[in-house]
């Protein structure tokens, strides 16, 4: 069974940073692409990264780019989002999904989500 | 970047009833569209991709359709777990866009 098992998230002031993790377990981890999407309270889903199946390509929202970075650990199953700068406007549920294997850019699981909040 | 509108924003229907929900992008997508399902409180999944297929363990009464600019996500008959919000999002171009949501609601 995929599982997805976001950590990381909770209080932070504005300028701070934070970093998310995401587990995964139940499939071959080394042979999905994966993403970040976002979700402000009571708002819509806005996509954050999405990094390649090694770590060599990632790609990024205009919003978060330059403040946020996406990486991977391959040996221990696990997605990262570091987060600098944080603003007012970062506050969401952060959710990691996988993305299809074939497709790479659509997202056929999802973790229940960390919530980050950005306040002082 | 591609801008997604749904419509409506609410639609509310009875169980059994028959719901279609409008994404249109603002530039031609292709066929690279998928549909969400959001019920409160949980992750969002997956229900159909490239416009018209049905993702694994979605239910036949889910139905996709629409190519290049208009899409149409068809539900034929409502299911009382069906009521929640549905998000389209296109892969056609870099970023990632979503649509802003089409609430189904129980009348």
């Known amino acids: 069974e995929v599982q997805l098992l976001e950590s990381g998230g909770g209080l932070v002031q504005p300028g701070g940073s934070l970093r998310l993790s995401c587990a995964a377990s139940g499939f071959t981890f080394n042979t999905y692409a994966m993403t970040w999407v976002r979700q402000a309270p009571g708002k819509g889903l806005e996509w954050v990264s999405t990094i390649s199946l090694s770590v060599g390509s990632t790609s990024y929202a205009d919003s978060v780019q330059g403040r946020f970075t996406v990486t991977r650990d391959n040996s221990k199953n696990t997605l990262y989002l570091q987060m600098n700068s944080l603003r007012a406007e970062d506050t969401a549920v952060y959710y990691c999904?996988?993305?299809?294997?074939?497709?790479?850019?659509?997202?056929?699981?999802w973790g229940q989500g960390t919530l980050v909040t950005v306040s002082s | 970047e591609i801008v997604l509108t749904q419509s409506p924003a609410t639609l509310s229907l009875s169980p059994g009833e028959r719901a279609t929900l409008s994404c249109r992008a603002s530039?031609?997508?292709?066929?690279?569209l998928a549909w969400y399902q959001q019920k409160p409180g949980q992750a969002p999944r997956l229900l159909i991709y490239d416009a018209s297929n049905r993702a694994t363990g979605i239910p036949a009464r889910f139905s996709g359709s629409g190519s290049g600019t208009d899409f149409t996500l068809t539900i034929s008959s409502l299911e009382p777990e069906d009521f929640a919000v549905y998000y389209c999002?296109?892969?056609?171009?870099?970023?990632?866009?979503f649509g802003g949501g089409t609430k189904v609601e129980i009348k």
């Open positions: 530039q031609s997508v292709s066929s690279f």
């Open positions: 999904a996988r993305c299809d294997y074939t497709r790479k850019t659509d997202f056929d699981y």
């Open positions: 999002q296109q892969r056609s171009s870099w970023p990632l866009t």
